[in-house]
């Protein structure tokens, strides 16, 4: 039963064809999974296995059938508690939101997965509203890493990237506005994509608008890819969404990236970058050498858009925050709250100029793509810190340090990136590297994944390592 949690969605499928798996022993696998490890690491906000049993027994007779609804049906998934989701709270990290109060309506890539028969098998935890780089709110309490718990998974979908990694599910939708889905990703050793903007729908609209994009975190580049072709849809209440993608994302994912040109940047020109991390992901980089794509050590050439960055950032935040009553923001995290006052002192004036800075960042990324097929960086320049820090200890000691600058440019620019596992420290602590593309070129980002995972296969803890690092 515990080995049937680590098997891909592409496996489950295969053995729910030929009769030889169903869908409920995959389920109980899952929750036997969220059982035994998720009182160690808190990756859930909810766990609704009386619901996720009915719905796999549901799905189970559609497969003996030879009926099945789509293309995950009986795949376990969860979502991050940012996302509605119909019958259960989304509370968004947060004791402002209550649970008392109709739930109605899936977010759209939420509907996408259940009306192709996923297994939902609960909500995973989040930073309050979503607001910092590490899962730790004050509804959920801390989310640890599970190669070590001492150590953060990052965030804000730190649950979704942990049980991705422990195998409590298979299919995992987080979010990402900053890097919220590819720094868990790469803190944890799983691949986790931000698809090009609008690419999966999204509603209610996030407070920070345009940065905020659908994520996906799984175990392998294939289970990305059939996911993406659950998700990767239009919905009406999403005014940005793009237009109806034909595009299949696991045909052809095993072209490979010869002849591809590879734009290698260690650190943007300006960036900090610890030395085991940089060596890895140099490592790493040069695989795609030996897979004859063209690879260029090159910077992208822009300047840190830190500033551009938080403009939006902090802004959102005053924007959220102006919704909430008196009672309500007495229990907000003092950190959001100080976020939002910046916000509230930034002039419609100054907005504006960000917005133009955010585009010519754009146009100058969409000229670097002519070039370019790809961008490869690190995902972040460190490892797993410590929880209950915001960001890691030379970042405390020097708060100019942005820890965090490989990410949220490309929530700027709205380009498609990943986090591919590419190998652990000394330490034991796992490193990703961030694969870039122009907009639109989703299937790309996925393509080149896949390759490396093809040399480089992905490692996931074999047991929950408590306390190993010291």
Known sequence: MSEIADFSASKLLSLYRDRQLSPTEVTKAALERINTYNSQVN????VDQETALAEARASEVRWLNG???????GIPFTVKDLLLTKGLPTRRGSKAISS????QEDAPAVARLREQGAVL????TTSEFGWKGVTESPLTGITRNPWNTDLTPGGSSGGAAVAAALGMGTLHLGTDGGGSSRSPAA???VFGLKPTFGRVAGYPSAHTGTLFHIGVLVRTVTDAAVMMNVIAHPDVRDWYALSGDKQDYTFDLDKGVAGLRIAYSPNFGYADVEPEVAALVKAAVDIFAKLDAV????DPGFANPRSIFQTFWQTGAAKLLRG??????AVIEEGLLSIAKEGDRITL???????????ALGRQMQRFHENYDLLITPTLPTVAFPVGQNRPQSSIENPQRDWAPFTYPFNLTQQPAASVPCGFTTNGLPVGMQIVAAKYRDLLVLQAAKAYESISPFIMPLELNTNVVK
């Not at 098998?121 to 995973?124: D, M, P, S």
């Not at 690879?295 to 090159?298: D, G, I, L």
């Not at 004036?349 to 585009?359: G, K």
């Open 121 to 124: 098998l609960g909500k995973t």
């Open 349 to 359: 004036a100054e907005y504006l100029s960000a917005q133009d800075a955010r585009e």
């Open 100 to 103: 008392n109060q109709p739930w």
């Open 187 to 189: 803190l944890t050793g």
């Open 324 to 329: 909430f009553s008196p009672e309500q923001q």
């Open 67 to 73: 009926n099945p609804l789509g293309l995950v049906d």
């Open 295 to 298: 690879v260029e050590e090159v």
């Open 43 to 46: 990756a859930f906000a909810i």
